[in-house]
């Protein structure tokens, strides 16, 4: 429902948008005309006679001056565009950044944990719990323990991963393992066991 009310508001302001992008294309296209008539209009209401220098040299002008006004309704849809960008990248750049993590290579090189039993493992989740419904507002007040079983969630993995060694996950469409895999990589929040 949520998606359909973004949907139905995104596909306003689109139409919004053409709508002006049409008026402005429209008024570059008719400007030169209504430009050339007025000026012979008011340069005949003057009781001035035409001459075909006179004509030739108004008509280079006006079509001169329309390519460069007819940029200047482009260059203010731009700027807008361009406006837009940069919130977004804004916005993008000022998220908080994920929970960095060691494991690799460079967890290799740390003093092992003598509790741990997985002495060649570069990776080892034990209990552990992702959840996407950290980001959702509406479960902001969930405790870590009622995110069990919520979709989005992805719970009690018990997982090893040695060096040299192919691992693979599989499962149904929507059993979770983008979740894990995002999981493992800090983007999606750990919210309980260890990694």
Known sequence: ???????????????????LKSINYAVSFVSPV????????????????????????TLGL???LRLSLGMWGRSIEYIAEANVSVKRIKAFLLIENTQKRKWGLDATKEKKD??????????????????????????????????????????????????????????PVGSGKSTLLEGILGEVPLINGEM
């Open 1 to 19: 429902e949520l998606n359909l009310d973004i949907r139905k508001r995104e596909c306003k302001f689109i139409a919004k948008s053409q709508a």
């Open 34 to 57: 209504t430009a050339s008539l007025a000026t012979f209009i008011v340069f005949w209401a003057q009781g001035k006679t035409f001459e075909s220098s006179t004509v030739f040299s």
């Open 62 to 64: 006006l079509h001169i």
């Open 114 to 171: 003598p509790n741990k039993t997985c002495d060649e493992c570069i990776l080892s989740l034990k209990s552990a719990s992702f959840s996407w419904l950290v980001f959702d507002k509406d479960s902001e007040n969930l405790k870590k323990d009622e995110y069990e079983g919520k979709p989005g969630t992805v719970s009690n993995v018990n997982l090893d991963i040695f060096r040299g060694k192919l691992t693979v996950i599989i499962g």
